[in-house]
């Protein structure tokens, strides 16, 4: 049976279910209440409003601390922004980090308008317009090259323009990276400029006179393990170091990817950084020898902002329907699309749920629930029979984990719905 396990009033340290291994790391509580950011969330909820979503601005700043002391000096590191874009968080991350990694013209504005600088912005991303190109070249930021096609219209706007268009060749590499969520290279994939077809382009490169700067790979989002991931990198150095024989320029950067997971469900476990620090310092000392100029850099959207965000919605109702108890919030998979299950998992599982106003109710105090949204499909599930405290109409159900891939990435339109709001605190 789940016991849980609460802090005093107001700690700062972490709670959890004893049965349940997936920590909800890094959140305090007080009288029952979970608080982000110092405040319960019963007062956010009055001041924006259910559903919202909170991002705590002391748990972003901490996680980017706790890489950087992974990870060596002089690795540069980049959010990759589709994880969240919402503009405060966002200027928050610009702040914390070396480098933004966009994927189309309205992220790119976005970056900008956060304070990034161009020079720190990256542009990946297959099928990009040429008005994308062009705005790219314009503002003077580096874009991940994804196909031949790009080359013409990135030498027309430098042409036009009269500014370089800087380019690095995002590779879609002759290995995969195993054990990730979502693969994004290796064999067939639209991402990228297969390894063999690289030579060929860096020529054109070279002959259209472009600003060559370097190389980007990305093997796959979401792995939690760290052996995967340190031979990803090591592949990823070798196959640029082998490409970069072929390139107009030395290689300046060098962006081997991340694939940083989180864990969401129960039995995963954090990420082991150690063994990728040290994979990294070991190709930061062969690339000071292989490749002078290069900075190696990585980019990572989740593993920088998934934890610091929870989503808050109210019960509505509080359903029996032969035997099962069916808690009906005002929140959904119209806002958290992934935590019902629908954003790319193969096999649903629950996110970390909790009701929020009842932290600290005790073992006797739980009952077997499902928690469910307004709409009306059976894939709006938030929760699928989990241990929950009872609740009543009324309290806040809490989806943890979910900073990263949240409103953005839902269908926030889907059976027209109030939009969910968005606090950074
Ligand atoms: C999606 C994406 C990322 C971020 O992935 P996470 O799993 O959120 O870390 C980084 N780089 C590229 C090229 C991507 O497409």
Known sequence: ???????ASGSPASFALASDPLPVAGFAC????????????????????TPFYAYDSALLDARVAQLRAALPPGVGLHYAMKANPMPALLRRMVGLVDGIDVASGGELQRALSAGARPQDISFAGPGKRAEELQQAVAAGV???????????LLAAAQDELARPARV???????????????????GAKPFGIDAEAVPAVLREVGRLGLRFEGFHLYAGSQNLRAASICEA????????????????????????GGGFGVPYFSGEQPLDLAPIGQNLQALLERAAQEMPHAQLVLELGRYLVAEAGVYVARVLDRKLS???????????????????GNFGQVVRRNYPVRIGTRMQATADEHELASVVGPLCTPLDLLADRMQLAR????????????????????????????RVAEVLV
């Open 391 to 418: 609740a009543q109409e009324g309290d806040l159900v809490v989806v943890f984990q979910s900073g990263a891939y949240g409103a953005s990435a839902s269908p926030q339109d889907f059976l027209g719905h109030p």
């Open 322 to 340: 032969r035997g099962q108890v069916f808690l009906v919030t005002d929140g959904g998979l119209h806002h958290h699309l992934a935590a019902s």
């Open 142 to 152: 580096l874009v991940n090259v994804e196909s031949p096609r790009e080359l013409p």
């Open 168 to 186: 690095a060749l995002r590779v879609n590499p002759d290995f995969e990276l195993k054990g990730s969520g979502m693969r994004m290279g290796g």
């Open 30 to 49: 007080a009288q029952g209440v979970l608080l982000v950011g110092g405040r319960p969330i019963t007062e956010l909820a009055e001041q924006f409003g």
């Open 233 to 256: 990198q090591r592949l990823s150095y070798e196959l640029a170091l082998r490409l970069a024989d072929h390139a107009p320029a030395p290689v300046r950067v060098l962006n081997l």
């Open 1 to 7: 049976m789940n016991t849980p396990v609460t802090p």
